[in-house]
């Protein structure tokens, strides 16, 4: 526990540096939740809880963990954690624990809704759909940036991945407003099957085939964790 109480405190400095970025993430969630409020009602706001946990888990593996690592590897920062007694487990979950603080800060702003609205159901339902997300996000992330060899292309490619599977998939809205052949495809989409899945054991979807999101977030997690062990390589491997 010490080694990953080390990496997430060096991981965390940009907290103190750099606080106006928690700002930020906490007024989108407020902009998200007024917009949706506006155009769909309660119901609409009950999707943003969805949304939030889907592209909150997305994006926290495959931009903030990933292209922190990626950055490290980069400014020869990892060799620095090689050369020491930390294993990979302990260098990645240290960083997401420090990506954490802005789970805790949009939590603030979620929970009081939730309990306003008694839907303590989506938020049980999104929190068993953000593991295997989160898992996947990262692993993909990882075998990305791995590969990466110029340290200016690591953010130009992170943050589209991260905007353009949270944005245009139905993530911030239900999938079964898409035709019926066409949602299949949709939903080999990570976070559009991750959603539809937080959805369904949520009660917030009409749609009854919850085994195919289900099965397609954990091909997600396998690819990842085949990809991710051809391309991750820690000391001399």
């Given at each position: ?11 965390s ?29 309660i ?93 996947a ?12 060899k ?5 953010s ?15 993530v ?27 959805r ?32 991750v ?5």
């Open positions: 526990m010490g080694k990953i109480r080390g990496i997430a405190y060096l991981a400095r940009w907290i103190r540096r750099q606080p106006i970025w928690l700002v930020q993430d906490a007024f989108m969630i407020v902009g998200f939740a007024i917009l949706m409020y506006i155009w769909g009602g119901e609409g706001l009950k999707n943003v809880f969805v949304a939030w946990f889907i592209s909150g888990s997305w994006g926290m593996g495959v931009n903030f963990v990933s292209q922190s690592i990626g950055w490290d590897r980069q400014g020869k920062v990892m060799d620095m954690f090689i050369a020491s007694p930390v294993k990979p487990a302990h260098y990645v979950i240290g960083y997401f624990i420090s990506g954490s603080v802005f789970v805790a800060v949009d939590m603030l702003i979620i929970l009081p809704l939730i309990a306003y609205l008694n839907a303590w159901n989506i938020l049980m339902g999104s929190l068993i759909t953000v593991a295997p997300l989160l898992i996000g990262t692993l993909v992330g990882l075998t990305i940036v791995m590969r990466i110029k340290p200016t292309n690591i130009a490619i992170t943050n589209p991945l991260q905007m353009l599977l949270i944005i245009l998939p139905p911030f809205y239900p999938a079964q407003v898409i035709p019926l052949n066409i949602r299949y495809f949709v939903l080999l989409i990570p976070t559009a099957a991750g959603a539809e899945l937080a369904q054991l949520s009660g917030l979807s009409t749609w009854n085939n919850i085994w195919y999101p289900a099965m397609v977030l954990v091909a997600w997690v396998i690819i990842g964790v085949i990809t991710s062990a051809k391309t390589k820690w000391g001399m491997e």
